[in-house]
């Protein structure tokens, strides 16, 4: 590790740094994915449940890539997995039961934490591992599109929006914390 000896004590090196990065995003496409499920557990096919059923796929294939990203870099997954598997459905299904825009609003929440987060991501590895950084701008993309798409079907008319998405992207940025590092 060339950067070990210009560290201080208790200070990640960059494959710490990067590992951190694949498993919190690793999580958060597992998160995604069930909030989907959740949703469409509740809205089957009604008029969103197309369009959520394409997001959900291009999660679970963003799921898939940093699936494979961590077993190549043996990354281990973080322990709160099961949690993120009851909380992200649980999720998913009550903004469905509010109705559909309040599921729309949920994706919006979420997408604009995730944005930042990438975005922050992105600008840390600047120079410095093109692959991941390529993954990682691939997917802030991907989720940019579903915000504007999720706005488009009406998350802002949702019932209590600025409550709703307030308590949600405070959800998502403590998971994003929580996931990282536990």
């Given at each position: 590790?060339?950067?070990?000896?210009?560290?201080?004590?208790g200070?990640?090196?960059?494959d710490?740094v990067?590992?951190?990065m694949?498993?919190?995003?690793?999580?958060?496409?597992?998160?995604?994915?069930r909030i989907?499920?959740?949703q469409?557990a509740?809205?089957?096919?009604?008029?969103?449940?197309?369009?959520?059923?394409?997001?959900?796929?291009?999660?679970a294939?963003?799921?898939?890539?940093?699936?494979?990203l961590?077993?190549?870099?043996?990354?281990?997954p973080?322990l709160?997995?099961?949690?993120?598997?009851?909380?992200?459905?649980?999720?998913?299904?009550?903004?469905?039961?509010?109705?559909e825009?309040?599921?729309?609003?949920?994706?919006?929440?979420?997408?604009?934490?995730i944005?930042e987060?990438y975005?922050q991501?992105?600008?840390?590895?600047?120079?410095?591992d093109p692959?991941?950084?390529?993954?990682?701008?691939?997917?802030?993309?991907?989720?940019?599109?579903?915000?504007?798409e999720?706005?488009?079907?009406?998350?802002?008319?949702?019932?209590?929006y600025?409550?709703?998405?307030?308590?949600?992207?405070t959800g998502?940025?403590?998971?994003?914390?929580?996931?990282?590092?536990?």
């Amino acid at each position: 590790m060339t950067d070990a000896p210009n560290r201080l004590p208790g200070e990640l090196t960059q494959d710490d740094v990067k590992a951190r990065m694949i498993r919190v995003d690793q999580a958060g496409e597992y998160g995604a994915v069930r909030i989907y499920e959740g949703q469409l557990a509740v809205l089957g096919p009604r008029a969103s449940g197309a369009v959520i059923r394409r997001m959900a796929a291009q999660e679970a294939r963003h799921l898939e890539k940093f699936d494979r990203l961590m077993t190549e870099r043996r990354v281990r997954p973080t322990l709160l997995s099961p949690v993120w598997h009851m909380a992200g459905f649980a999720l998913g299904a009550a903004t469905a039961l509010i109705g559909e825009k309040a599921a729309m609003a949920c994706t919006v929440a979420v997408e604009e934490v995730i944005d930042e987060h990438y975005t922050q991501q992105a600008e840390r590895l600047e120079g410095n591992d093109p692959e991941l950084k390529a993954l990682i701008e691939e997917c802030r993309a991907e989720e940019i599109e579903h915000k504007a798409e999720a706005e488009e079907h009406g998350a802002r008319e949702a019932v209590g929006y600025p409550l709703l998405t307030g308590a949600i992207k405070t959800g998502a940025r403590l998971a994003i914390w929580l996931s990282s590092r536990v």
